[in-house]
C-alpha cells in the first residue's frame, strides 16, 4: 500500500505567532502532512508544533539558534547541510545567514559556497529536488539592502542548476505589501516564511 501524498504544508520562520501560539485551531491546521522551519524560532514553539501537529517537522537553523547546538528541538529533523527524502518528496536545507564574523551559523559567501557544493553532491546522488529551505533567500531575490539580510549569490547557482519548485526562507522580516519579494526565480516558488504560511502542495 503506498503512502499517502503530501498535500499541505506548514512553513514558520522568524516569528512566533500569537495565533498559533494562544489561539491554536485545528480546523486551521488539520491536515497539513509537513511542517518546515526556516530558522530563529524557540526549540519550545517547534516542539509545541509537533505536539499540536500530527506532522514531521524539518528545520533549518537561523542565525539565532546557537542554542540547538547544545540543545536541539525534540522531535525535530534537521536538514541544515543534509539532502531526504520523505513520502517521495526530495528535501534540502541549508542554515545560517551572511556575515563577516566567524560564528556558528553566520557565514561569508565563500564559506556558504562550500556548503552548497557539498550539499549538491548530496542531490545529484538523489536525482532531484523538490523543496530547498533555507534562513535566507538567494541574493537579489527575497532580501534586503543592509548588509546583515542580504542573501547569498551562491544561492542563484544552486537554484538554476536544481530547480527545486520551492524554496522556503525567512530572515527578512517584511510583509509582501511592503517588501517586493519576487513570487517565482524561474520555476521555483519563492516563499518568505516570516511568521507562518500554509501551502498546499501541488
Not at 76 to 102: E, I, M
Amino acid at each position: 500500500m503506498s503512502l499517502r501524498r503530501i498535500r499541505k504544508l506548514l512553513a514558520v520562520s522568524d516569528v512566533e505567532s500569537p495565533y498559533i501560539w494562544d489561539y491554536f485551531d485545528p480546523d486551521v491546521f488539520g491536515g497539513v502532512d509537513m511542517i518546515l522551519s526556516c530558522g530563529d524560532l524557540s526549540g519550545e514553539y517547534l516542539d509545541y508544533l509537533v505536539t499540536m501537529i500530527p506532522a514531521p517537522l524539518f528545520f533549518v537553523p537561523g542565525n539565532h539558534d546557537k542554542r540547538f547546538l547544545e540543545s536541539p528541538p525534540d522531535g525535530c529533523t534537521s536538514l541544515d547541510g543534509r539532502a531526504l527524502t520523505y513520502r517521495g518528496v526530495r528535501l534540502a536545507g541549508l542554515g545560517g545567514c551572511k556575515s563577516g564574523r566567524q560564528s556558528a551559523y553566520e557565514y561569508s559567501e565563500k564559506g556558504m559556497s562550500r556548503r552548497v557544493d557539498v550539499l549538491s553532491r548530496q542531490i545529484r546522488r538523489q536525482g532531484r529536488l523538490d523543496i530547498f529551505l533555507s534562513h535566507v533567500s538567494a541574493r537579489g531575490w527575497g532580501d534586503s539592502e543592509d548588509t546583515y539580510h542580504r542573501g547569498f549569490q551562491c544561492f542563484t547557482g544552486f537554484l538554476d542548476e536544481f530547480k527545486p519548485r520551492y524554496h522556503f526562507f525567512g530572515h527578512t522580516h517584511m510583509a509582501y505589501g511592503r517588501h517586493a519579494i519576487p513570487k517565482a526565480y524561474g520555476s521555483t516558488r519563492l516563499v518568505n516564511a516570516c511568521g507562518y504560511r500554509l501551502i498546499e502542495y501541488g
